[in-house]
């Protein structure tokens, strides 16, 4: 369909197509409706011939793992992509009670909104950066508000994996966010730490809260630069003595001696009536993909290779991922053997688990390994009556460690069960579709 045109379209016979939220150089965002449920969503259809044109679709590849990969309360929840030969679409949560920006933009805010909106934001940025996650343009422009008032981090636009880094010293090198709010080090080029960048910038906002106005704003660009580098800022005279200090040891030019996000998250002046959240480990990619436990034969399809996802943002080779997904027609109790003999080759312990719609058979490692404990999940979803989708990702541990577990053990032991791998080309698609009709 032409999202180009008037409310009221029909995508994929599934959202009800309404107002213009907005729009941008490549992407509009419109309000949309589930015609089922009556659910309403945010749908981004970006024009994918503009993003190729410009270099731009390994950044658009890289929003949707991410946004596949982190799911909190505080972040906007990305529930379903989907793409044509000219659009791509993404299903988002709908985040009605617009920018925190607004709300700053009419005056400073009280010291307890402020640090309400604070905790969820250290909560949500810490919850990326243990996922691996950079966002790398945090600002109140990208901090939403639902209708209860709380804070939704949003636009991983220019975010980062932490393998994105440099192998030779560990650092990322390409410089981006927003000049009033981005982190010295980021300015030099010489190499900066995502995870202390994203540090800054959240200090940036807190400031921005509490005095309503910027800590480092100059008309011209190259001197608020100079100020940034220097950190040249004063907190006004009612900021509380224990903000003061909190600030100013995030706001720190030298990001070996910058305060860490654990320390923030203890601070006094933070914790001070935080509501204990709950450990937000990882939810699996179907589940935040909100893919129905029953499929049909177009979902069949758009899973296992096609609807032209598997060429927008799956790489090929699958040994180099940190996930796979395959359909076999094995039934799943068949599958759950197969894998617990996988796990039992490669001396991990297994556990079963309901997932709500699914399967999940969790393969965890005896040893300590380069970043801890190696955890293998292996998602079965019933699609038919004799065939089930199987996802496979590593929760946590090394991922080279990981990889070279799937090439060597894992891919090749799963041989026997696998029908078609998602990331084959359109023969399968054919074929799923002739099976399941």
């Known amino acids: 369909m032409d999202m180009n045109g008037a ?41 994918k011939d503009k993003v190729m044109r410009v270099g731009l679709m390994k950044q658009i590849k890289r929003e949707i793992s991410v946004m596949r990969l982190v799911r909190h309360p505080n972040i906007v929840q990305l529930y379903e992509v989907m793409a044509t030969k000219s659009k791509i679409y993404f299903v988002m949560q709908y985040v009605k009670g617009g920018e925190l920006f607004d709300k700053v933009a009419k005056g400073r805010l009280k010291e307890d909104v402020a640090r309400k909106f ?22 109140p422009e990208n901090l939403l508000l639902d209708e ?45 730490d995502g995870a202390k960048a994203d540090i800054w910038c959240c200090g940036v906002i807190l400031f921005v809260l509490v005095a309503g106005y910027l800590p480092f704003h100059d008309s011209n660009l190259m001197e608020m630069y100079r100020k940034i580098g220097r950190a040249e800022f004063t907190c006004p005279t009612w900021f509380p003595l224990d ?3 909190l600030v100013v040891r995030i706001l720190d030019p030298n990001p070996s001696t910058r305060i860490s996000m654990s320390k923030i998250m203890e601070n006094s002046w933070v914790k001070k009536h935080m509501v204990s959240s709950k450990n937000y480990s990882g939810i699996s990619q179907q589940r935040t993909l ?48 197969k894998i617990e003999n996988i796990a039992e080759k490669i001396n991990f312990k297994v556990k079963e688990e309901n997932g709500g719609g699914c399967m999940v058979v969790k393969m965890e490692g005896l040893d300590e390994g380069r970043k801890g404990v190696l955890e293998i999940n292996a998602e079965i979803f019933e699609v038919a009556s004799s065939s089930c ?33 998602q990331g084959k080309k359109q023969q399968h698609q054919v074929e799923v579709l002739e099976h399941y009709l």
């Open 7 to 47: 409310g009221g379209s029909v995508l994929m016979h599934k959202y009800e197509i309404g107002r213009l939220l907005g729009k941008g150089t490549f992407a509009k965002v419109y309000y949309s409706r589930n015609i089922e449920t009556g659910q309403s969503f945010a749908i981004k259809v970006i024009n």
């Open 118 to 139: 604070f905790q969820q934001l250290i909560s949500a940025v810490d919850y990326c950066h243990s996922r691996g996650v950079y966002h790398r343009d945090l600002k």
């Open 148 to 192: 209860n008032g709380n804070l939704k981090v949003s636009d991983f636009g220019l975010s980062t994996f932490a393998d994105s880094k440099s192998s030779q010293d560990g650092l990322l090198y390409t410089t981006c966010g927003t000049p009033a709010y981005v982190a010295p080090e980021v300015i030099s080029r010489k190499g900066y």
């Open 243 to 245: 903000l003061r200090k």
């Open 290 to 337: 909100g893919i129905p436990n029953n499929l049909n034969a177009f979902d069949i399809i758009s899973l296992a290779s096609g609807f032209d996802l598997s060429g927008l943002f799956e790489e090929e080779n699958q040994d180099s991922s940190k996930e796979a997904r395959f359909i076999s027609k094995d039934k799943s109790l068949d599958i759950i053997s």
């Open 389 to 421: 989708i199987v996802d496979i990702n590593k929760k946590r541990g090394d991922t080279m460690e990981y990889q070279k577990l799937w090439k060597n053990v894992i891919k090749p032991e799963l041989r026997d069960i696998v029908w078609t791998w």
